[in-house]
């Protein structure tokens, strides 16, 4: 089903995602992943940053900490 989906949306929306984090990865995530990425093309697997616990000095390199909700250490109101 995931496999799926993921043809789906890179058939039909193959540009719309610039970039995709994923935030406090466990290493059981990471596992799964070590298989689950060669079902996703390469471009989208290029455009994902996995990270850890210790997420916020990368992901503010590219997303102004402004922006980011309370949840993710930000000052935004909004939650996820």
């Known amino acids: 089903m995931y496999r799926a989906i993921g043809e789906i949306d890179q058939e039909h929306y193959p540009e719309t995602l610039e ?6 990865a ?3 995530f ?5 298989v689950a990425h060669l079902f996703f093309a390469k471009e989208v697997v290029s455009k994902t940053v996995i990270l850890g616990r210790d997420y916020f000095a990368e992901l503010t390199k590219t997303v ?3 922006e980011l909700p309370m949840d993710l250490r930000g000052p935004a109101a909004s939650k996820l």
Not at 30 to 34: H, N
Request: charged share 20%; proline share 6%; aromatic share 18%.
């Open 19 to 24: 970039k995709i984090y994923i935030l406090n």
């Open 26 to 28: 466990t290493w059981m």
């Open 30 to 34: 990471l596992s799964v992943w070590k």
């Open 64 to 66: 102004d900490p402004s």
